[in-house]
């Protein structure tokens, strides 16, 4: 009985051995992913955010009742004080819950074209028609057609006010790919003319896609 009481303790603390060398390799196998800092992080290649823009868009409803107010935010790795043209531009076009100002919170992405969209986003944050713009080619120039990717689902978290914001996109895009992007700090704000601004869908008034174009209001723009 002894000799047995002694196995059955040697097999226990085997055991053990075996649990606890397995339990350390599970732990080295998990993938820890870097957070950010201000960059922008698409098909494992890692963007620098040098330049943030907003637009005010106003307030906007899906009928006649304005139940949101919008603001289109664009990240960039344009560096103001450079030649270079930006590699990658991201446009996101958010509208929080209440007319009377932006806020912040958590943003979802909403396909506002359902028939019950009205009734499915009017008390929340959402964004949508958002998209990347990269220059896949290296050409300094984005072509609508082939490097122009729409935002299809996902959440951006955003905190702040006035010119200083903190935002954290986690999306999928158009081609099924993650996008993750972290931006905290100054953000300037532009203006757009007016007569720029594409007609609404769904009752609810969108950004400008005049953006399509930013580039050229990033060389523009003097940041000092």
Known sequence: MKNSTQKFRLLVLLFCS?????CSKDDDDE???????????????????ATVLSVDLGAAGFSTTETH???????????????????????????????????SGTFEFADVEL????????????????????????????DEDK?????????????????NYNIECDVTLENNKGLRAQYSGVVT??????DEEDPATAGMRKAPKSFFSLSKALKGLKLN
């Open 18 to 22: 075996f649990l606890a060398v397995s």
């Open 31 to 49: 993938e820890v992913i870097p957070p950010l800092e201000n960059q922008l992080e698409y098909n494992d290649v890692t963007y620098d955010l």
């Open 69 to 103: 107010y919008g603001q289109a935010f664009i990240l960039s790795d344009y560096v103001a004080t450079g030649t270079a043209a930006p590699k990658v531009i991201l446009e996101l076009y958010m509208f929080s819950k209440g007319a009377a100002s932006f806020g």
């Open 115 to 142: 028939a019950d969209a009205e009734t499915k986003y009017k008390d929340k944050n959402f964004f949508f028609d958002s998209n990347l713009l990269i220059d896949l080619n290296g050409d300094e120039e984005m």
């Open 147 to 163: 490097e122009t990717f729409m935002i299809k689902s996902g959440t951006i978290k955003m905190s702040g006010s006035g010119t």
């Open 189 to 194: 704000p532009i203006t757009i003319d007016g």
